[in-house]
């Protein structure tokens, strides 16, 4: 069992010291990491389960990159290679190797190395303590309680206008949970106006009402037929259309904001149209897959003009999904 948090103290000093103790060893792949993590980074992972120590590293993980993004280059490298969060250190089983890698990265000597790995600890629970303290201030969502078990989405872009079918199998994880809330971005370039859906809940549940609380985002409330009990499970399907004569951007990206176990995802071109390249787009930031690049691992399309890719535990704030040649 973990221990809960002090929820009055959200001190950049502690969360410090909380990250220096993880990046011992295998850092993030320690084996023994339930016992190593501290009660800020463990409240930092959210709703996840006590025990299922493969879904805290994930989720764990997840966190960590999207805060050290914010940080300047040579310390968002910094922090990223001493908790083994980068490729190239995920592997390195002790926290010398991966800062004598680092040193080597920014042409500095080792002493050097560990002193930009000290600063970028500093900066990163400076913005893990922000994060905790946004957090405890936020009332809870009457819509929460629950969490994707399977996610499955199909894009056609063979038609008159984009439209995708995605189907959810949730799970409640708290009693009477009777409304659920579904969010879909489309990022607009500068100046463009915002896009407005067409959204249809085609099975397992009841369109409430659809809100527009950015101009790239929508959200839609749901209603589903009956109240949730904790562990009871139930599908529904979603159908999203593109308005006539617009167009999106090449890619359909998944960036879980709670729990989620699995996630499928299928595209059909049109035959007559066929993108020069599709990539797969695999626990990136929302900066890595916005440019447009054929690097990466290439998916092939099919005959019927498809490509398919799956993400099993995908981490939240990461995307997942196909890119493809505009």
Sequence with gaps: MTASPDHGDTGTALIAAEI???RKGRGIAASDLDSRLGPRLRELTGDVPDGDTAQVRRALAGELIR??????GELRTAIMAALGLSAPTRAMPFFGDRVSWLAEQLCRDTRTALRRVDDAEQLLAEEIATELRRRRGRPALAADGWYVAAFSAVLLLDGETPEALERRRIVATRPGVDEITVSLDV???DGQQRMSLNATVTAGGELVRADEPSRSRTQWLIRLPEPLQ???AHEYEIRVRVPSGERMRPYYVFTPERRCDSFDL???FDRRRLPGWVRRVDGEPV???EE????GELVAIDGTGEACASFPGPVMHLGYGLQWEP
């Design 287 to 289: 900066r890595v897959f």
């Design 67 to 72: 805060h050290a993004e914010r940080l300047p």
């Design 187 to 189: 990022p607009r370039d």
């Design 20 to 22: 220096r103790a993880l």
């Design 230 to 232: 904790p562990g009871q």
């Design 292 to 295: 447009i690049r054929p690097a």
């Design 266 to 268: 299928r595209v059909r």
